[in-house]
């Protein structure tokens, strides 16, 4: 807890103050095993990187075409992300996309590792930001395992996702502000496809935000279970 309590501090006061844990976040990965998941799960925690100057890269493992509802046709959802990225700051040159068949990650696990090896020669991330180790989706455990074998020397955040986490240990708290929550809110609104789930009411996520601020006596934050990293 006290580091999270020294992140935020530090982040608060802004990279351009030169301490040697923000500092050296310059760039940071969120990844998603399928669209929206890194919006739900930091969306709010992006869009305050971005505000600081940090650049944020997204990487997406499925356009989940099987699960598309009705009306929708094959990669309309990588559209609405784009969109909702958009609104967060990530720029379309900073998203990418693999193509693995939703529900089946586990049987492309070291594809999936090959695929994050490279990201990470090419991207460098000094935070990645991925599913927490205790989700239950069988893709979001992979990703969650795999980029912790991959990532396993740098910083390494999971994010939650209430509905799929049985327990979550949250022990890394990200503040946050009015605007970074409407920024998320206001991202979510993108995903036309998936706007009757409960989850992405704008209610829904101011509410999540507020509770788990009253663990730091802040209005509002972003939970994490810290993995590795992030030296003080
Ligand atoms: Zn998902």
């Given amino acids: 807890m006290k580091l ?3 992140f935020n501090k530090l982040l ?5 103050k030169n301490n040697k844990m923000i500092a050296n976040i310059k760039k940071v990965l969120v990844l998603a095993p399928h669209p929206d998941d890194g919006e739900l799960g ?9 505000e600081q100057g940090i650049e944020v890269f997204y990487a997406v493992f499925s356009p989940c075409n099987k699960s598309l509802p009705k009306g929708y046709k094959e990669n309309d959802i990588y559209k609405e992300m784009e969109n909702a990225l958009s609104v967060l700051g990530i720029p379309k040159s900073n998203i ?28 460098n991330p000094d935070l990645v ?12 455990q992979t990703i969650s395992q795999e ?20 327990k979550m240990q ?9 605007k970074h ?8 609104k993108e995903y036309k496809s998936q706007e009757f789930r409960s989850y992405f009411q704008s209610n829904f996520i101011a509410g999540l935000a507020q509770t788990r601020a009253i663990r730091v006596n802040k209005k509002y934050a972003e939970a994490f279970q810290f993995i590795t990293g992030i030296q003080a």
């Fill in 4 to 6: 999270s309590e020294e």
């Fill in 12 to 16: 608060d006061q802004g990279i351009k």
């Fill in 129 to 140: 930001f991925t599913p927490n180790c205790d989700d239950v989706h069988q893709d979001h």
């Fill in 96 to 123: 990418i996309k693999f193509n693995f068949p939703v529900r089946e990650f586990p049987k492309y696990r070291q594809e999936i590792l090959d695929e994050l090896i490279i990201l990470r020669k090419n991207i």
């Fill in 170 to 178: 949250t022990n890394f708290f990200i503040n946050l502000d009015q």
């Fill in 181 to 188: 929550i409407d920024s998320k809110v206001n991202a979510l």
């Fill in 147 to 166: 980029s912790i074998r991959c990532f396993k020397h740098i910083n390494i955040l999971g994010y939650e996702l209430p509905w799929n986490n049985l």
């Fill in 42 to 50: 930091c969306g709010g925690s992006i869009a305050k990187f971005i």
